[in-house]
């Protein structure tokens, strides 16, 4: 197996607990609706995505001991991703996140409670990192500290370097590494708070793809919920437009599109190319009612593609 067939991906395990009302949702009452809980955390559905495109996995992340973190282990081992290098605490309970969807199936509001990450000690992760990691892409989230991503991209130097930035407060996180990043996916929101610019034009939406490029990001995918993606390399920025599709949940679907990303660029896909990927994957992702779709596949996604050009 080459390094290309291999994917590190460093991020978070989570357990997600969605609610889905069965009418539109009223706020300040108990709403009549469904629950379902399933293994999640970017990471650890950007991981399990690239799986299902049939790459060989490890996650490097970080683990409690209660029996929600059993659970989450239970899901890693069964979904063959290889977590055996990751940091696993005492005494600790596992990373969770609560969504609340609206009638459209889209997120209304949600809770996230990720003490495990935010208060383990950046220096105990970083002395558990792995002397040598033997793929040529290492997949970064913002979870992690600003100091532990920088820790990854120096100790790694020679590795292509693909970073969501998860949230608009976490995304800041990323801002020493941006120089280091091969490819950057964020959404409009944190790319706003990231580079201080204020999108209020089509003009603004180049000039904020290219501020990441000037700051030495290869790759850049800036995603725009329905108004589609912009995207640039070099010199070139340029806008896709978004598709059509059922939607039964969006949580997942940019973790999706990152994989996609991946997917695409170890193909050797060029921008426009790799933009379609990961739209095509959160398209299959959002039809499913968990984060990760069970029917991703390289076949499935190819002929997404393929029958959506």
Do not use: W
């Not at 209660?66 to 081992?77: A, G, Q, V, Y």
């Not at 991209?153 to 800041?172: A, I, M, Q, R």
């Amino acid at each position: 197996m080459s390094k290309e067939d291999k994917i590190t991906v460093f991020g978070a395990a989570n357990v997600d607990i969605t609610g889905f009302p069965d009418a539109d949702l009223i706020y300040e009452d108990a709403n009549i609706g469904r629950m379902k809980t399933t293994a999640g955390g970017v990471g650890r559905n950007i991981a399990e995505n690239l799986k299902h495109l049939d790459f060989e996995v490890e996650l490097i992340s970080i683990f409690g001991d209660d029996p929600l973190s059993h659970f989450l282990l239970t899901d890693c081992r069964n979904k063959a991703l290889n977590i055996t290098r990751s940091l696993y605490l005492k005494q600790m309970p596992a990373s969770t996140f609560i969504a609340i969807l609206d009638s459209h199936n889209d997120l209304a509001v949600g809770i996230s409670a990720m003490q495990l990450f935010d208060e383990t000690d950046d220096r105990q992760f970083i002395a558990n990192l792995p002397e040598i990691i033997d793929s040529e892409y290492i997949v970064l989230e913002t979870n992690f500290s600003s100091h532990i991503l920088q820790a990854i991209v120096e100790k790694y130097p020679t590795k292509k370097f693909v970073l969501d930035t998860v949230s608009g407060k976490k995304s800041l996180r990323a801002k020493d590494i941006l120089s280091r990043l091969y490819i950057l996916k964020t959404n409009l929101l944190e790319a706003e708070m990231i580079s201080g610019i204020k999108v209020q034009s089509e003009q603004d939406l180049k000039r904020l793809a290219t501020y990441f490029l000037k700051q030495g990001v290869t790759k850049v995918f800036i995603t725009l919920g329905k108004q589609g993606v912009i995207y640039g390399s070099e010199n070139r920025v340029e806008k896709q437009s978004s598709i059509e599709t059922k939607v039964n949940n969006t949580i997942g679907a940019g973790d999706a599109f990152v994989a996609g990303l991946v997917y695409a660029d170890i193909l050797k896909k060029d921008l426009q190319e790799m933009a379609t990927f990961g739209m095509r994957m959160a398209a299959l992702t959002v039809r499913h009612s968990e984060a990760v779709s069970p029917d991703i596949s390289r076949e499935k996604i190819e002929q997404f593609v393929q029958k959506n050009d």
